[in-house]
């Protein structure tokens, strides 16, 4: 299997339309796991992901050779604090993930049921983390990506991924606590 890196140096030489659809190809998974990621709704993940991909085709001669990865990552960054701004100045009351799973017809409701709230908690305990660690957390703990890697796309040196990894790390936790702190606060008073 060729990793992204070696995928994105054979679309380089590809006409802009074919280049474009490679890289959504190749990398619109990744995108859509880092905007939910980064605080985008389940319910925006869709359209912010397709913004990601229509502002990279404005600015697809910008994109490096090798760097495009990188590229649609600062990309996803942008799309996903404009959602967040969005979201917060909004005073539309956005439809709850755990609502849209509710009326899910799968067949094991209670799991999906449990899942969403496990997705959920998750969601709040990354929004808790600040702007500047959150980047690191998602791409080393959960898109598995080495330091290296990760200081690479967020251009920063590695000591910079490594540190922030471990304030990270330790912010994730305090958040984890206190949401399970709430959750069984919650849970005791029904």
Request: proline share 4%.
């Amino acid at each position: 299997m060729l990793s992204p890196t070696t995928k994105d140096s054979r679309t380089a030489d590809l006409p802009p339309a074919e280049r474009l659809a490679s890289l959504v190809e190749y990398h619109a998974d990744f995108v859509w796991r880092c905007l939910r990621r980064m605080g985008v709704t389940a319910a925006q993940a869709d359209d912010a992901t397709q913004e990601v991909f229509i502002a990279t085709s404005q600015k697809l001669d910008r994109v490096e050779q090798g760097r495009e990865r990188a590229f649609l990552y600062g990309v996803a960054m942008n799309v996903a604090a404009h959602a967040r701004r969005s979201r917060a100045r909004s005073r539309e009351v956005a439809a709850d993930d755990q609502a849209l799973e509710a009326h899910d017809q799968a067949p094991n409701p209670e799991v999906r049921l449990a899942e969403a709230q496990a997705r959920a908690q998750l969601d709040g305990v990354l929004d808790a983390l600040p702007d500047e660690l959150r980047p690191v957390f998602v791409l080393f703990e959960l898109e598995e990506m080495t330091m290296i890697d990760s200081a690479r796309l967020l251009d920063v040196p590695a000591g910079t991924v490594a540190s922030r990894l471990r304030r990270a790390r330790e912010e994730f936790h305090a958040a984890a606590a206190r949401a399970r702190a709430e959750a069984a606060r919650k849970g005791g008073r029904s």
